[in-house]
């Protein structure tokens, strides 16, 4: 964050306040949590909430990454890239009012906008709050010094269960030249105050494909590289494909199957030179932003004395989320290895139970789904097609193009898709992927039914608001429904009929 900005100030008064004083503590907590990220917070709130003596350590900023340098900030610029975006299409598209050819927008301003909005969200995830609800908060580096006892600052606090929630960090892929140059990570990036003529990212996956396409919305020329030969290569392959050609109809520079062999700086110029094929290239930037790889944060919390195992993948966990302690769970991104926010907050819910109440719930059974903020949006919930092969899932599939949906051709939004995944021989959903604008909220409905074993033809039969994007759920699950019209049953039918002719 920025020192003299007014409102990176006023989110430090509340996320890590200078003046803070850390409680006397209890003579034992029912738990103790260490990280006040999302997965940290839930599980202290949650506690207290049921009654629990709970106490929370926070080393850096409480609110963790989704508030400070993740979720909150990088929404804030996406959604100013969008309207930024839509203001330039506004004139071809809709007939609407044309801007002047060498208009540009208030980068500054926007900036000014995103960390404003992410203050006025700081006091949710603030010391304040959490000590005014019961939550002994303390401020300092929390280690353990024995299995029972997690020092901080000069006191000790004793606890009867303990969760580790530290979270992950940006960590810096090892390409020759990159320590001696400065560069961005998802920690930084959001401390720009000006925009840069050219940006170079590195890595194709979400963070990288949504910071590429936003940059370059705003009028950065901005260079995308990766290993790989397609953008997002986790996701459903037909999905990506659209987002790359958003991307690169936004003006995005796609170099795939590149490596980085070098970077290096001259004259206040970041350079950046890759292979493809046995071919070289050299690529500048004024930035440069690392959107490859994440450590989870172990170091320096005594696990050893604690008998938790960890490894260069986080903490060691079970399906029920406890460590090599039994008295010690672990939740988020320094355990998990879907670093999602939404994912942290379930497994948080379900260490309560587990840790406080002798419950059994089991990570392997949430639901969890993800997207990509880009446009379109990429959201995804289960198995893809490649995904059930190696899986050895015998899936039907079942896809609609948004073209076949009338508010997207109205809204000229017709490069997406809705595909479901079905267990062959049966309505059971096991996995989709939707492309569309708000591809991130419709993949709900889906993560409904699939978390509450409701089927594809129980989506068919729901009724649903025209005209809406949404309804392209429903024609998937039309598609589906015509399968059992076999031509045996349809021969059924018209005997059927000819009784009443």
């Known amino acids: 964050m920025l020192e003299n900005d007014f409102w990176d100030r006023a989110t430090l008064a509340q996320v890590h306040p200078t003046d803070w004083v850390n409680p006397t503590p209890a003579d034992k907590y029912d ?19 049921l009654g629990a003596r709970v106490a929370i350590i926070e080393r850096h900023l409480m609110g963790g990454d989704c508030l400070n340098v993740g979720c909150v900030p990088s929404k804030g610029l996406i959604s100013a890239a969008r309207s930024w975006a839509t203001s330039r299409r506004s004139a071809l598209a809709y007939g609407g009012p044309a801007l002047p050819s060498d208009a540009t927008g208030d980068f500054s301003a926007m900036m000014t906008r995103m960390r404003r909005i992410r203050s006025e969200l700081s006091p949710i995830d603030g010391a304040a709050r959490f000590r005014d609800m019961g939550v002994d908060v303390f401020l300092g580096q929390g280690a353990f010094r024995d299995a029972g006892t997690i020092d901080v600052g000069n006191v000790s606090l ?119 094929d046995g071919v070289q290239q050299e690529h500048s930037c004024d930035e440069l932003l690392v959107a490859i790889g994440r450590a989870p944060n172990v170091d320096g919390m005594g696990l050893e004395r604690a008998n938790v195992a960890y490894s260069a993948k986080g903490v060691t966990v079970n399906d029920r989320l406890q460590t090599t302690n039994p008295s010690i769970y672990a939740v988020g991104d320094v355990s998990s290895a879907l670093q999602f926010t939404h994912a942290a907050d379930f497994q948080a819910r379900m260490v309560i139970q587990n840790a406080l109440f002798f419950g059994r719930a089991k990570a392997s059974d949430l639901i969890t789904p993800w997207a990509t903020y880009t446009s379109p949006e990429l959201a995804q919930v289960g198995h893809t097609a490649e995904s059930a092969a190696k899986a050895g899932v015998q899936i039907k599939t079942f896809t609609v193009p948004l073209h076949d949906v009338d508010r997207a051709r109205l809204e000229g939004e017709t490069d997406g898709f809705c595909r479901v995944h079905v267990r062959e021989g049966t309505d059971q959903i096991v996995g989709a992927t939707i492309v569309a604008p708000n591809a991130g909220d419709m993949i709900s409905e889906v993560t409904l039914a699939m978390t509450n074993g409701l089927g594809l033809g129980a989506i068919g039969k729901t009724m649903h608001p025209y005209p809406t994007q949404g309804e392209v759920l429903r024609k998937v699950a039309d598609s589906w429904r015509r399968t059992k019209l076999t031509p045996f049953v349809k021969r059924l039918f018209t005997r059927y009929f000819r009784l009443f002719r």
């Open 31 to 49: 738990l103790v949590v260490i990280g006040a990220g999302t997965g940290g917070l839930v599980s202290a709130a949650g506690a207290a909430g």
């Open 158 to 276: 004793t606890f009867r269960r303990a969760v580790i929630a530290t979270g992950a960090r940006a960590a810096a892929p090892q390409i020759p030249g990159l320590n001696k140059v400065s560069y961005r990570t998802n920690e930084s990036i959001f401390d720009l105050v000006a925009l840069p003529a050219r940006m170079i990212v590195l890595g194709a996956g979400p963070i990288g494909c949504e910071m590429a396409q936003s940059f370059a919305r705003f009028g950065s020329q901005v260079t995308l590289i990766d290993q790989a030969d397609r953008v997002l290569n986790r996701d459903d392959a037909d999905g990506a494909a659209v987002v790359q050609r958003a991307l690169i109809a936004d003006g995005v520079d796609f170099v795939a199957r590149s490596a980085v062999e070098n970077v290096s700086m001259h004259d206040g110029v970041i350079h950046v030179r890759t292979l493809c």
